[in-house]
C-alpha cells in the first residue's frame, strides 16, 4: 500500500496562474481531506468530501475548488494564484467509521506563489 | 469560541529527560482528542487518540497522553525523551457535533528540540 500520495512535491507559481493538486489513496476511504499548513497556524481544513461526487467546505475555502470523480483521487484547484496561497497542503483520508477513525496524512506539497 | 490551544511553541529537552507537551481545548462537549506528530518535510503521523473509557491513554513510540475533563487538557508525555523525536508536535481534537465524518480542528504546534 502507498498510503497516501500527493502531486507534484514542490510547485513555484507566479501570481494569476492556476495549478491543480492531486491527492491519491488506496486504502478505499471513503472521507478525503485538503488542509493548508502555514507557520504559526496548525493546519486548517479547506475543503473535504465524504464520498465520490461530494465535496464541502471547511474552514477556509475561499479561492480553492476541488473535485471528487473517483473516490480515491481528491483534487484541489486553484483558479487564479495569489501569494496568500503560498503554503504547505496536505491531503488525508479516512474511512466512514465516525469521527474517532485515524486520518491517514499524505507528505504534503509546497506551493510558492510569486 | 471553540478552540485548540498548544501554549508551548517551541521546547527544547536532553536526550533522556522526560517531555510533556500541552494541549487545552475549548468545546461544549468532551471531543475526541488527538495527537499526531510531524518530522521536518513529512506527512502528520497519529501518536495516539482518545475517544472514551481510560484517561491515560498509550501510543506509539513510547508516548502517552491523560484527558483530564476538569482542565480540559490531553497532555503528550514521554518518560526518556530520544533524539530522533525532535519533531513538530499537534493536539488536534474532533468536536462530536454529529455525523459520521471525522473534521478535525488543529492546535498551532509545539516544536520540540531535543539536544544531546
Known amino acids: 500500500n502507498a498510503g497516501v500520495t500527493q502531486t507534484p512535491k514542490f510547485r513555484v507559481l507566479k501570481t494569476g496562474q492556476s495549478m491543480t493538486l492531486l491527492c491519491a489513496q488506496d486504502?478505499?476511504?471513503?472521507?478525503m481531506y485538503w488542509y493548508r499548513q502555514d507557520p504559526g497556524m496548525g493546519l486548517r481544513l479547506i475543503h473535504y468530501?465524504?464520498?465520490?461526487?461530494?465535496?464541502a467546505k471547511g474552514e477556509v475555502p475561499d479561492g480553492y475548488n476541488v473535485s471528487r470523480l473517483k473516490k480515491q483521487n481528491f483534487l484541489l484547484g486553484l483558479e487564479s494564484a495569489a501569494p496568500s496561497q503560498t503554503s504547505v497542503y496536505f491531503c488525508?483520508?479516512?474511512?466512514?467509521?465516525?469521527?474517532?477513525?485515524?486520518?491517514?496524512f499524505g507528505p504534503g506539497t509546497r506551493l510558492l506563489v510569486l | 469560541a471553540q478552540s485548540v490551544t498548544q501554549p508551548d511553541i517551541h521546547i527544547t529537552v536532553s536526550e533522556g529527560a522526560s517531555l510533556e507537551l500541552r494541549c487545552n481545548y475549548s468545546?461544549?462537549?468532551?471531543?475526541?482528542l488527538f495527537w499526531y506528530v510531524q518530522s521536518p518535510g513529512q506527512g502528520l503521523q497519529l501518536l495516539l487518540k482518545?475517544?472514551?473509557?481510560?484517561?491515560l491513554v498509550q501510543g506509539i513510540k513510547g508516548f502517552e497522553a491523560e484527558f483530564k475533563r476538569s482542565q480540559s487538557s490531553f497532555n503528550l508525555r514521554k518518560p526518556s525523551v530520544h533524539w530522533s523525536d525532535a519533531a513538530e508536535y499537534f493536539c488536534?481534537?474532533?468536536?462530536?457535533?454529529?455525523?459520521?465524518?471525522?473534521?478535525?480542528?488543529f492546535g498551532t504546534g509545539t516544536r520540540l528540540q531535543v539536544t544531546l
Open positions: 468530501s465524504v464520498g465520490e461526487g461530494t465535496t
Open positions: 488536534a481534537v474532533d468536536p462530536r457535533t454529529g455525523g459520521t465524518a471525522s473534521k478535525l480542528t
Open positions: 482518545y475517544f472514551s473509557g481510560d484517561t
Open positions: 468545546y461544549g462537549a468532551t471531543p475526541y
Open positions: 488525508a483520508s479516512t474511512t466512514d467509521r465516525g469521527p474517532q477513525e485515524t486520518q491517514y
Open positions: 486504502m478505499n476511504h471513503e472521507y
